[in-house]
């Protein structure tokens, strides 16, 4: 990326001052990235960004209360720190937002469909329209576009909406059209026992490991988790697909209206459940209903936060 | 020599359905975009084009199972008083277990020198244990997460199965590994295998050629011990850890376990489900007190678990079998392999004065 | 190999419930299989698991003496979700016990030798089993010391028997309380503190110490002060637990699982462990 000199130095400026940043570095193979704790100097020339910065940093952020801490963000991750402000769960003080044009990340699952098996890998190469990638001795050549996430191709901000250093030139419209659902709108076609079968067929391979809750930048419950608790007793610990998907809807209540869509919860699913649509669809009648759109202004009150007497579009005095 | 067949891949299906008539067959499936292990099933293909995403320990230790069953009932000549009746719920059957690789297959002699040990047998795993089989796809290629040779194993260890199948032209080299092995090779389908054996020992030999060479980690119970009150060390290694459960859940050897009631109207089961030690709740104390209170801790405790305190309990055996999932499918990229690593590497920095 | 299940609770029933202060009530129970009742045996420090069937279980020592088998007790503080639901049981009720379970305290080294007892809150409870069981077998052992205490007069368990035990000639008993309270006749102070105006002698002794983490940490200062070395002080440790019998994994600190390898340590095995408690 070519501002990625810019980037390492203006977090080598603004270290000093900070105990942690967290970017993105290299990983066990060329294919993949992992979020990088830099705390020395020596730390910030391993920080590489591009298509593999696939980790929602934000997530981290609560965990880092108290810290002064610096953070790279994509525009998407950016909505996420909005929200933990909205939220207050983090201090505006507390965290310095280095933000870049986002050209997209990629989805991993797709390369691995796409390669079929990927095997060894060797080397990947990215450019603007393209991947290469040699695995087990043998040369894969992608469209880029085949294999960026799903959010990516309907990205409204690809730049950081909130930042305190942006690097490279902005890239995005300064009004972005509104969200469409359009996936989820063939989903929602579906007879009621379809989708409802589709639900039971999905979750029945999770093994409740809630990697889609640990991921997830405003799952903040942490250690007070329903899936857990005892007293509440909300869910039962057995291996059945019930309190799988009861796990699922209580995670897309706690988060309707907050959800920024960023979709750590299915990226860090390990048996690929396609658990965002549940999120989407909460977001899908919040912003009917609240005409509202969660991670956008960081002075605003999510919906479901917040209390009115009368709702413009909830009648239930009519009835 | 021990029993060797021949079986082409295009009957792979129909030897399993035989297998199935007697017993309960486990498969790898393509599932999303996930690979996991389900009750064989002719209709579905199976998927061994590399490893499942999700090693077949469910099949021996399931991810949740009831060990015993209670009812309460009131008593007739006393209506304050419930009768309480408690009874145990034994594993039955037998099962095959088709498509595990050597690595998740030797995870299970990691479980048996805990569960089946002398003084304390658990008979719920050993009754699963005696009754199951275990048919293992010896690996013709590996990815960058594999590390079994680190671990005193091989992509064709034999360790733990019953029969070994070595892919060669057009099917696969059957070698019985035990004699439950060779009474699962009687199948007329299967031809005589003694002129691949050949041809199985060269891909064997070539894949494990194709692994760079293993650090050793003779050290490691000693220097994670050294570096086990530096927080700051484990604190480095830990920030990116989110404390999810998939790298324990996926982890052949990780074997640790709640137990907890869950009761309908009048009866209910005692159940022990998949625990992980990530969670801030699997040594939270009823007083609020927390022995490992922070994921540093808690990621201490996994990479000592399998690389120091199990080695120390058990003649020096790894409680890992590099099989590599939990890199692989962390969500943040941690990579044990790393951590262990630096412990061996690490000196202390001396203060002079 | 041992063919008995290692989760399944026998059924007992309690005899007697006694309140002793408000939060620690103390269970006196009897197994209904007549048989197992009549062979079960143990040893002083072993442990069992209560079951609350529907809700769970939970770790408490047996702290009645193995030399007195008429029943089984245990002294159950209200902190969770089990304990809470047990101080609901009352007399006649069924309740689940897996017992023994863990190690025990090492007696048969302690023969001949003089005793210290330094017990804090519900942490008497071990100590009890020993003790009893000492003063059972009275002339193996030299003079024994029991210094016990709690935050106030209300919080002391085992009420009933404190008159008798400092009315013993063969026991020297002291009570102590952290600050002064109305009819109060004993010693007022902490628990260390008050161990070093006793200053038993080191010499040929054994101490063994049990209470809230707090107190075990000043306790161990006191008795090296006194000249205790490790390898003459004995405590015991708390895990969360649940199977009991070292397999799921959770209560071990390095190598050694305090549920089956514990709950008694000596100060030089403590020393060995990482430092995790």
């Known amino acids: 990326m070519k501002f990625q000199k810019e980037l390492k130095d203006s977090i080598r400026k603004a270290l000093p001052e900070l105990d942690v940043v967290i970017g993105w570095c290299g990983s066990f193979d060329p294919l993949h990235a992992t979020p990088h704790f830099i705390r020395r100097e020596e730390d910030i020339e391993k920080l590489e960004i591009g298509p593999l910065s696939v980790h929602n940093l934000a997530t981290y952020l609560p965990g880092l209360r108290g810290k002064k801490v610096g953070i790279v963000v994509k525009g998407c991750d950016s909505r996420s720190v909005i929200e933990l402000l909205q939220e207050k769960l983090i201090a505006r003080d507390d965290i310095t937002i280095f933000g870049f044009p986002c050209t997209g990340v990629v989805d991993q699952a797709k390369i691995k469909k796409a390669l079929g098996y990927v095997g060894n890998v060797e080397s990947c190469d990215m450019s603007d329209k393209s991947v290469v990638i040699v695995a087990a001795g043998k040369a894969h050549s992608l469209e880029l576009s085949d294999v960026l996430a799903d959010k990516c191709h309907s990205c409204r901000y690809p730049d950081a909406i909130i930042s305190d250093i942006f690097v490279g030139d902005k890239s995005g419209e300064a009004v972005p059209a509104p969200a469409d659902y359009e996936a989820l709108a063939t989903f929602e076609n579906l007879s009621l026992p379809d989708r409802f079968g589709f639900w039971l067929k999905e979750l029945d391979r999770c093994i409740r490991c809630y990697a889609c809750r640990s991921a997830c930048p405003l799952c903040v419950c942490r250690d007070h988790c329903a899936a857990e608790s005892r007293e509440p007793h909300w869910l039962s610990q057995e291996n059945n697909v019930r309190d799988k998907l009861m796990f699922q809807v209580i995670h897309a209540y706690h988060l309707a209206g907050r959800c920024t869509e960023c979709g750590e919860c299915q990226r860090a699913c390990p048996v690929d459940i396609p658990v965002l649509m549940l999120k989407q669809k909460m977001n899908k009648e919040i912003r009917d209903i609240f005409k509202y759109e969660a991670g956008v202004d960081p002075e605003e009150t999510p919906p479901l936060l917040s209390f009115k007497m009368e709702e413009e579009n909830i009648t239930e005095k009519d009835w | ?353 | 190999m041992n063919n008995k299940n290692l989760y399944l609770p026998e059924m007992a029933t309690i005899q007697e419930v006694i309140e002793e202060t408000h939060n620690i009530i103390t269970f006196r129970v009897t197994l209904n299989n007549q048989e197992a009742m009549k062979n079960f045996s143990f040893q002083p420090g072993n442990v069992g698991q209560l079951s609350a069937f529907g809700i769970g279980e939970s770790t408490f020592v047996i702290n009645s003496p193995p030399s007195r088998m008429e029943y089984l007790q245990f002294s159950v503080m209200r902190s969770g979700e089990v304990t809470s639901n047990l101080h609901t049981l009352k007399a006649g009720d069924q309740i689940g016990v897996r017992a023994p379970l863990g190690n025990h305290f090492p007696y048969e080294d302690m023969k001949g030798k003089d005793i210290v007892f330094v017990g804090g809150g519900i942490g008497m409870a071990p100590l009890r089993t020993l003790l009893l069981f000492m003063l059972d077998n009275r002339s193996d052992y030299g003079k024994i010391t029991l210094l016990y205490g709690a935050r106030s007069p209300l919080d002391m368990a085992f009420n009933y028997e404190l008159q008798d035990w400092l009315d013993r000639d063969d026991l020297d008993t002291y009570l102590t309380i952290d600050a002064e309270f109305e009819g109060w006749k004993h010693n007022v102070g902490l628990i260390p503190n008050v161990l070093l105006d006793i200053a038993p002698s080191a010499e040929n002794s054994v101490a063994i110490t049990c209470g809230p983490p707090i107190m075990i940490k000043f306790t161990l200062q006191a008795l090296e002060k006194l000249g205790f070395k490790d390898e003459q002080i004995v405590t015991t440790l708390e895990k969360r637990m649940k199977c009991g019998v070292g397999i799921c994994g959770r209560c071990n600190i390095g190598s050694s699982y305090v549920c089956k390898d514990g709950p008694v340590y000596t100060g030089a095995q403590l020393k060995e462990l990482p430092n995790e408690l």
């Open chain 2, 1 to 353: 020599m021990a029993l060797v067949k021949y079986l082409k891949s295009t009957d792979l299906k129909s030897w399993l359905a035989e297998l199935a008539q007697e017993n309960r067959v486990f498969a790898p499936r393509y599932e999303g975009e996930a690979v996991i292990f389900a009750p064989f099933d002719p209709e579905q293909e199976i998927f061994i084009k590399y490893a499942a995403t999700a090693p077949p320990k469910k099949t021996v230790f399931p991810q949740s199972e009831r060990l015993v069953d209670f009812m309460y009932s009131k008593d007739p000549e006393d209506l304050s008083r419930i009768k309480i009746e408690a009874q145990e719920v034994l594993p039955q059957g037998t099962a095959v277990v088709f498509g595990g690789r050597p690595c998740d297959v030797r995870g299970f002699t990691m479980f048996d020198r805990v569960y089946m040990a002398e003084e304390a047998t658990d008979i719920y795993y050993k009754a699963r244990r005696d009754n199951t089989s275990f048919i293992t796809l010896a690996c013709d290629a590996t990815e960058n997460t594999c590390f079994c040779h680190w671990v005193n194993s091989s992509p064709s260890d034999p360790t733990g199965s019953d029969v070994l199948a070595i892919p060669v032209e057009g099917g696969f080299l059957l070698k019985a590994v035990s004699d439950r092995g060779e009474t699962l090779l009687t199948s007329q389908l299967l031809s005589a295998g003694e002129n691949r054996v050949e041809e199985g020992e060269r891909v064997c030999k070539e894949v494990a050629d194709s692994l760079s060479q293993a650090p050793d980690l003779a050290n490691s119970p000693k220097k994670l011990l050294e570096v086990f009150d530096n927080i700051e060390f484990w604190q480095d290694v830990s920030a990116k850890c989110l404390s999810c459960g998939t790298c324990t859940y996926l982890c052949p050897t990780c074997y640790c376990f709640n137990i907890t009631d869950e009761t309908q109207g009048m009866k209910g089961s005692r159940i022990r489900s998949w625990d992980n030690c990530m969670s801030a709740l699997f040594t939270m104390e009823a007083s609020g007190h927390n022995p490992r209170p922070t994921k540093a801790h808690r990621l201490k405790n996994r990479v000592g678990h399998k690389f120091s305190y199990y080695p120390d309990l058990h003649d020096g055996v790894i409680s890992c079998c590099g099989c590599g999932r939990c890199i692989k499918s962390c969500p943040a990229g941690v990579d044990i392999r790393e951590i262990v690593l630096k412990a061996i590497a690490f000196e202390p920095t001396v203060v002079e004065g």
